[in-house]
Every structure is written in structure tokens, then in C-alpha cells.
């Protein structure tokens, strides 16, 4: 009997795929626990706390440098009450910062749905992006910020959950939802027979939370104003409008006392002549 043959390795047609550039995560706050739910949502990995004061923007695209990325994404706190978000692809730009409001954490929520931490994602939009440029760049910063880089060599090989960004009322809604496609009256699915795929649906698992464009520049964290909302108030003023609304309510208040009491004093009841007649029966 003579030798077996060895097999011959078939030459590969694929060409070789470079390596993907990283994504980075830097974070800037104060209060964690809002900002770390929507920070979760992307497939990087967050950096260290930054501390800048000066000149943020050149701190924040050399850090973006040495750690070899081509996006970041930023959580800003301020006066522990106002937070903001920022998109930037670094180091030429463009780069849109945000005003985050209704957070509404997982633990806070407590919903059903549940997917495994670091999926690669769907993302859908809704078809007011495709309308205004604005929003187009800004849905193009979301992919690049939300997605996983193709071919990335940590990247899981399937997709359990979809993150849906609609605008409504000029601002953009973040929902995170689970992709279930069980049998009815099971629980999980059967890999062999796909018949059930029909009844995929969607369950949310969180967190919630509302986006609204203060600005898009033309460079990384800073440069030409590409874009303004025309709709956009900030927090201070908001409040420093609500303050004074309280103020003039307590105003208007202590004005219709002393109105009050000039009108008593100007419309005396006469004396009647009978007031007394029965008290002088009683004695």
C-alpha cells in the first residue's frame, strides 16, 4: 500500500483586510450614571475621566491621537445638572454637540428586553435625516460613533439588538431595542427551523434618552459653525426664565394684598344706628 496523500491547502482568493482603525470613548463627568448608559451603547471601549479647561479641544484630539482613533465621543457634565454629549471625527472634523435630556437609565426603567453586552448593533433611522443636510451629517457622525468597525477582529458574529434614532420636534430620540425571534410558547430558537423568523419582534431594553443639536463645526471640538438650531435654549436661560416666572407670580401676589387693603380702607362700612339695640336689652 503505498502513502497517503497529503491534502493540498487551497490558496486563498480573499485579499488580505487590514486591520481597522479603533474607536475611542472619552468621558467627562460628574454624575456617571447617565452618561455610562449611552456610553455602553458603543462598541469601544471608555477612556480615562478628562480634565481640560483651557483648551479642551486640542487636549481632546491629542488623546484621540495617541490612542490611534478615528472618532470619539464625549459626555460633558455641568454644574451637575446639564449634560451634553459630543460626536467628533477627529483630528479634521466634523464634530456636533448636544444637549441630553430625558435620560432614563436601565435600572431605572426596568424593562424586559436583554442582549448581550458588546453585540454588534442594528441602527435604523427615521427618514427626517435623509431631509435636512444637518441631519444627514449628524446621522453619518452616528455611524460612525454607534457601529462596529467591519472586519474588526473583536467584533461579535451575529446581531442581537437595534438602536432606532428618530427626530421628533427637532430632536432625536435614542431607543435601545432586543431582537427576539422565538417560537411561540418557547423561549429560544431553534437554529435548524427558521419557519418562526415571522414572528420577530422587537423588545426594549433601555436606556432612553433625547438628543438636541446645539451645533455642528466644521473641525474636531471646535472650528467654523457649520450649522446653529435656531431653536435651541440653554438650561440657564430656562431656568433664569422660570425663576423669574416664580418671582412675578409672588408679586402679582403681595401687589393684590396691598390692593386688597387700599380697597378696605377706601370702602368703610358706615355705622348702623340698630347695631346696639339688643345689647342694651341684655343688661
Not at 42 to 68: F, H
Amino acid at each position: 500500500m503505498g502513502q497517503k496523500r497529503k491534502p493540498v491547502a487551497a490558496e486563498s482568493s480573499v485579499l488580505p483586510v487590514e486591520p481597522a482603525r479603533k474607536r475611542s470613548l472619552l468621558k467627562r463627568l460628574d454624575n456617571g450614571n447617565e452618561a455610562e448608559n449611552g456610553a455602553e451603547k458603543s462598541p469601544s471601549k471608555r477612556d480615562v475621566k478628562v480634565q481640560c479647561k483651557d483648551n479642551k479641544a486640542a487636549t481632546l484630539n491629542e488623546l484621540v491621537d495617541l490612542k490611534g482613533c478615528t472618532s470619539c465621543l464625549l459626555f460633558e457634565c455641568r454644574k451637575k445638572k446639564d449634560l451634553y454629549m459630543w460626536l467628533s471625527k477627529a483630528p479634521a472634523g466634523p464634530s456636533a454637540k448636544f444637549l441630553v435630556s430625558g435620560v432614563h437609565t436601565m435600572a431605572e426603567l426596568k424593562l424586559t428586553g436583554n442582549h448581550l453586552k458588546g453585540s454588534r448593533p442594528i441602527l435604523t433611522f427615521s427618514s427626517d435625516f435623509d431631509e435636512a443636510p444637518h441631519l444627514q451629517v449628524l446621522k453619518e457622525l452616528l455611524i460612525q460613533v454607534y457601529t462596529t468597525p467591519k472586519d474588526h477582529r473583536k467584533s461579535k458574529p451575529f446581531v442581537d439588538h437595534v438602536l432606532a434614532f428618530t427626530v421628533v420636534d427637532n430632536h432625536i430620540w435614542f431607543r435601545n431595542y432586543q431582537i427576539s425571534a422565538s417560537k411561540p410558547g418557547t423561549e429560544k430558537l431553534d437554529k435548524i427551523d427558521k419557519a418562526h423568523l415571522e414572528n420577530m419582534t422587537l423588545i426594549e431594553v433601555g436606556p432612553r434618552f433625547c438628543l438636541n443639536p446645539i451645533k455642528i463645526f466644521s473641525g474636531s471640538f471646535g472650528g467654523q459653525v457649520l450649522y446653529e438650531n435656531p431653536f435651541y435654549m440653554s438650561p440657564n436661560i430656562m431656568r433664569s426664565l422660570e425663576k423669574k416666572k416664580k418671582t412675578s407670580k409672588y408679586v402679582k401676589k403681595i401687589k393684590a394684598k396691598q390692593r386688597r387693603k387700599s380697597h378696605i380702607g377706601a370702602n368703610q362700612v358706615e355705622p348702623d344706628e340698630l347695631a346696639h339695640v339688643f345689647d342694651e336689652e341684655d343688661e
